[in-house]
Nanobody
Framework: VQLQAFGGGLVHPGGSLRLSCAAS????????MGWYRQAPGKERELVAT???????DYADSVKGRFTTSRDNAKNTVYLQMDSLKPEDTAVYYCNAKGVHTEGGAYVVDTYWGQGTEVTVSS
């Protein structure tokens, strides 16, 4: 299973960006999907998650500014980021938990995308 993220870039403080991430491959089922980020010199941290039923959870630092959504038919997750701040600068990684098929067996696993860089600067 591969996750490919798109949408990062350079934006001014107060601006917006929309990230997307699509899962592909031998997917049997995707349960939760989400976003993590890692700023320079810091550990990777959770940004937002969304379950297959649409239940969302956010880090306190992004509540009210970021919105995650998903298209289950396309195995795609989105992150709408508004009112961006310089402290949101990081590499953003998409994440998914699910089941894929491998050699006729079902395998439960966690998948990571390659990361997309978001820079918030004036």
């Amino acid at each position: 299973v591969q996750l490919q993220a798109f949408g990062g870039g350079l934006v001014h403080p107060g601006g917006s960006l929309r990230l997307s991430c699509a899962a592909s491959g031998s997917i049997f089922m995707i349960t939760s999907m989400g976003w993590y980020r890692q700023a320079p010199g810091k550990e990777r941290e959770l940004v937002a998650t969304i379950s297959s039923s649409g239940r969302t959870d956010y880090a306190d630092s992004v509540k009210g500014r970021f919105t995650t959504s998903r298209d289950n038919a396309k195995n795609t997750v989105y992150l709408q980021m508004d009112s961006l701040k310089p402290e949101d600068t990081a590499v953003y990684y998409c994440n998914a938990k699910g089941v894929h098929t491998e050699g006729g067996a079902y395998v439960v696993d966690t998948y990571w995308g390659q990361g997309t860089e978001v820079t918030v600067s004036s």
